[in-house]
């Protein structure tokens, strides 16, 4: 999904949504589990109540990977269905957080994008920038692809490193600007939390046009209002996720009615943001 | 396994080598792809043929993850394996370089170290720094197990971050520094770069009794001798990956025996260099 076309379905839909699937096989309603597939029919659900409200759904790789290879099956029918049940209708975020040297790059760059060879077809993938430009760069030779890079993110662990100082310019203000030479607007993304929102206007200093992907609102205390007032750009420029408080609602039968309700919320007052732009 | 446990293992063995598995469909022999899982028959036989002459091996997860599901499956087969065949006589890294807030690095931590939940059971994660403690500290909570955190790589896009430089402070000594706090030299080790074997000995200088996880020699143009010199210590203290030097060897059916000659040259060299300490 390119730009514009990423540009068009918030708009139409009013709404920046993207739902992250970090789905728990301890906190999905128990008469699930008598599934095959507990977590795919989990998602199935989720999506087909919330995917009208939503402009994006984040599968967080590692909710899948602690179960194996039955986890990575479930992961896989959730792409696939994703696509094949609302074509073109969603932008897809494979949250991998993924890194390494350039030949190991193209592999995950396979995985994430290339249906043919790993049977999962994403619009994009969360990275890490430790590595640098060629741990990035492979997963840029994909049209229409995008890499979403860390910059700032909503964890407490993010003081560690990304505050590190030089001559009054960031580690993760450093990594904006050098990683703007890897890509462009139109195929490079970043992560900036919620948790610290009054930030998000350095970001922006530096990256004005580009998306910014932002979690942390809901459960890890961060504002949408915050956000929106110092991230929203005239093409919305914001993607904010939420998991918990979505997918989570409830624990009972009605658990994809409940997540409706809540994204329904978020939507309302992202439709309300938008229209002041 | 412990540390004693590890300098046990390499003094008996003469070797501190590990074997990278970075498993390539594209590159393996052509007549094992008639079996139902090429990957793990290859891994298998490699294995066969090496065990006694390296004390650890560090399958590659992007090489797996590019086939899907089935590559998961064929990385299950391949730890399951090591671990059935030579309990407690090989060292098994999970070089997949994962890191994320901490309620997902728990869940990462479930698929690396517990096979009641993954089927998957290996000694220790690579894992990156960016997003700091909290993204690595759920790996340490497994008794026995073994962080090995991202300093120094290997590749050229080290250079865009990796240096960024405090008042003489670079941010790979800046990461040594601070993750001391999060482990000991009992469960944290790090990957310092071959390829920049001379700022080995700054590494040291920070941290002297750490295990180092050496990427690099061989195909990425990195010298044993070099990284030894400035490396070594009482304990051995490094760890040195090859992976496509040892693996892909032949092409052949004689895979197998040519992987096993080349491993035999590098654990001749590392015995005679492990004399001298």
């Not at 995917?51 to 179960?67: I, R, W």
Request: with cysteine; hydrophobic share 40%; net charge negative.
């Amino acid at each position: 999904m390119n730009r514009s076309e990423l540009v068009s379905l918030i708009f139409s839909k009013r709404s920046f949504l993207c739902i992250g699937l970090d789905t728990d096989l301890t906190k999905i309603p128990r008469h699930l589990l008598d599934l095959e597939d507990p977590v795919f029919e989990f998602n199935k659900a989720i999506i087909d109540a919330t995917h009208d409200l939503t402009v994006a759904y984040k599968p967080n790789f590692a909710f899948y990977e602690c179960n194996g290879t039955n986890g990575w099956g479930s992961l896989t029918k959730t792409i696939q269905y994703i696509n094949q049940a609302y074509p073109e209708q969603l932008y897809t975020i494979a949250d991998a957080k993924r890194g390494d040297i350039g030949n190991t790059s193209q592999q995950y760059a396979r995985a994430m994008f290339d249906a043919s060879s790993s049977g999962m077809n994403f619009d994009a993938v969360t990275v890490a920038p430790y590595m640098g430009e060629d741990s990035v760069k492979p997963f840029l030779t994909y049209p229409g692809k995008w890499i979403i890079v860390l910059a700032l993110t909503s964890n407490k662990g993010a003081e560690d490193f990304q505050f590190f100082n030089n001559n009054g310019n960031r580690l993760f203000e450093q990594v904006l600007t050098t990683s703007q030479r890897w890509g462009t607007d139109e195929n490079l993304m970043y992560v900036v939390g919620a948790t610290k929102a009054e930030m998000l206007a350095d970001v922006r200093k530096i990256v004005p046009n580009h998306f910014l992907l932002v979690p942390g609102v809901g459960a890890q205390g961060g504002s949408l209002q915050e956000v929106a007032k110092y991230g929203l750009t005239k093409e919305c420029g914001l993607i904010v996720n939420s998991s918990r408080n979505i997918i989570y609602a409830s624990s009972g039968h009605d658990f994809a009615e409940k997540a409706r309700a809540e994204a329904l919320k978020m939507q309302q007052e992202m439709s309300a943001l938008l229209i002041l732009q």
